[in-house]
């Protein structure tokens, strides 16, 4: 058993590799550029080149692939529909989808597209519809606790239900390692409690021992300061509409998938933030 592991690079595809390396499954990590993927990982890691946006990498990357951790990236002129043809026709057996919780009630977003896609494919799938990634904080919103002590994003005074990436990549592992029991099931994975941006600014606060606060900005706000920093406006964008429910109040669901599926207790903010507290050294 291979396993093909998409996004390699970004937050959860990384916790996935790690994950499976710890049980001991066989993988293979995707990237556009191995080059800098082996400057920036080392040796550890067997890569391959794919890149959803150029067919003629599919076939290689899919190469002795069975199982096949799928995540969908940002990005114009994607064959995403013909890389999960190779993937079928290559012999894939088990596809896991990273998701997004409440997508079903989402149907103007890629998630939706994606899952219908994978649906029809005949394919056993399992999809991982996550919360709100805690990583975030040490990702996009890094810069700004860093630079300015704040959370800086939209979401109103609306909550929202964290989850840590690395509970994600346990469930990823989970669906390998017991393919027919995880097929054709749809898993929403949260932590176990939601929360809104004061609070997490109060607990990051406490933790790392200086003032961090949530100022709440307006959307406008928002935009006008991303994109006089620089910040490409299409992920402006895509951050606002991360946050867009979240401001309606429309985030803030708790499932319990994570401890039935695993047996153990969602990880917890606070744990999240001791072990991620070197991120946001200040410059
Ligand atoms: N952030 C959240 O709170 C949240 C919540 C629920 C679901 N999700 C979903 O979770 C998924 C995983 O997100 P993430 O945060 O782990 O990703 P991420 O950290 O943003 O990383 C993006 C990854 O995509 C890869 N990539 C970019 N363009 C590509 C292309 N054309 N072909 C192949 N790979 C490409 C990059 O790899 P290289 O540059 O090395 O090629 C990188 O590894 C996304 O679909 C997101 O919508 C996110």
């Given at each position: 058993m291979t396993v093909l592991v998409t996004g390699f690079t970004g937050k959860v595809g990384y916790e996935v590799a790690?994950?499976?390396?710890?049980?001991?499954?066989?993988f293979k990590c995707a990237t556009r550029n191995v080059k800098k993927a082996i400057d920036r990982y080392g040796d550890d890691y067997d890569f391959v080149q794919l890149d959803f946006a150029e067919p003629a990498t599919f076939a290689?990357?899919?190469?002795?692939?069975?199982?096949?951790?799928?995540?969908?990236?940002?990005?114009?002129?994607?064959?995403?529909?013909?890389?999960?043809?190779?993937?079928?026709?290559?012999?894939?057996?088990?596809?896991?989808?990273?998701?997004?919780?409440?997508?079903?009630?989402?149907?103007?977003?890629?998630?939706?597209?994606?899952?219908?896609?994978?649906?029809?494919?005949?394919?056993?799938?399992?999809f991982i519809r996550a919360?709100?990634?805690?990583?975030?904080?040490?990702?996009?919103?890094?810069?700004?606790?860093?630079?300015?002590?704040?959370i800086f994003v939209p979401a109103g005074k609306g909550k929202t239900s964290f989850v840590d990436v690395r509970d994600l990549a346990e469930v990823v592992s989970l669906s390998f390692q017991d393919s027919e029991q995880h097929r054709y099931k749809a898993y929403t994975v949260t932590g176990a409690e939601a929360l809104d941006f004061f609070e997490v600014a109060d607990k990051m606060t406490t933790i790392l021992g200086r003032p961090i606060s949530y100022t709440n900005p307006s959307t406008k706000e928002f935009k006008e300061h991303m994109l006089s920093s620089g910040i490409d406006k299409a992920f402006v964008n895509v951050v606002i509409g991360i946050h867009?429910?979240?401001?309606?109040?429309?985030?803030?669901?708790?499932?319990?998938?994570?401890?039935?599926?695993?047996?153990?207790?969602?990880?917890?903010?606070?744990?999240?933030?001791?072990?991620?507290?070197?991120?946001?050294?200040q410059l």
């Open positions: 790690g994950n499976l390396k710890k049980k001991g499954i066989p290689s990357a899919l190469h002795v692939v069975d199982q096949l951790f799928l995540m969908y990236p940002p990005g114009e002129n994607l064959r995403f529909e013909e890389f999960l043809a190779e993937a079928k026709q290559m012999g894939v057996q088990h596809i896991t989808y990273i998701s997004i919780k409440d997508v079903q009630f989402l149907p103007f977003i890629h998630h939706f597209k994606n899952e219908k896609l994978i649906r029809n494919l005949g394919v056993p799938y399992t919360g709100y990634f805690m990583q975030n904080l040490n990702d996009f919103l890094c810069r700004e606790i860093k630079e300015r002590q704040r867009f429910p979240t401001r309606l109040g429309l985030a803030k669901g708790i499932s319990t998938d994570y401890e039935e599926l695993t047996g153990m207790k969602p990880t917890k903010i606070e744990k999240y933030i001791e072990d991620y507290q070197n991120a946001w050294n």
